[in-house]
Nanobody, 114 residues
Framework: QVQLAESGGGLVQPGGSLRLSCVAS????????MRWYRQSPGHGRVWVATIRPDGITNYADDVQGRFTISRDSTKNAVNLQMNSLRPEDTGVYYC????????WGQGTQVTVSS
């Protein structure tokens, strides 16, 4: 049984930074693409970033250059470093593992507001 647990969300002022973490159990993160999504109030989940098993990363245009996705194999975790945060980055951030099925965590709330 694959389980994902996100943490690291919170309230931050515009221009600030947060680091999200997603710890996986039941599957190695290096074997599957790992993705972060954001769901803003009244909207569906929007893809934010991907790290592939070969380490290649991809980002949505609106976070390119501000967010960095990375892996910590010792903790079996995927991180999302978010810098220069904007109010429009506000939402619930979900971790996703696409393996034999589509797995999701419970999400962590990020609020960017002054």
């Amino acid at each position: 049984q694959v389980q994902l647990a996100e943490s690291g969300g919170g309230l931050v002022q515009p221009g600030g930074s947060l680091r999200l973490s997603c710890v996986a159990s039941g599957s190695r993160i290096t074997l599957s693409p790992m993705r972060w999504y954001r769901q803003s109030p009244g909207h569906g989940r929007v893809w934010v970033a991907t790290i592939r098993p070969d380490g290649i990363t991809n980002y949505a245009d609106d976070v390119q250059g501000r967010f960095t996705i990375s892996r910590d194999s010792t903790k079996n975790a995927v991180n999302l470093q978010m810098n220069s945060l904007r109010p429009e980055d506000t939402g619930v951030y979900y971790c996703n593992l696409f393996g034999d099925a589509d797995y999701w965590g419970q999400g962590t709330q990020v609020t960017v507001s002054s």
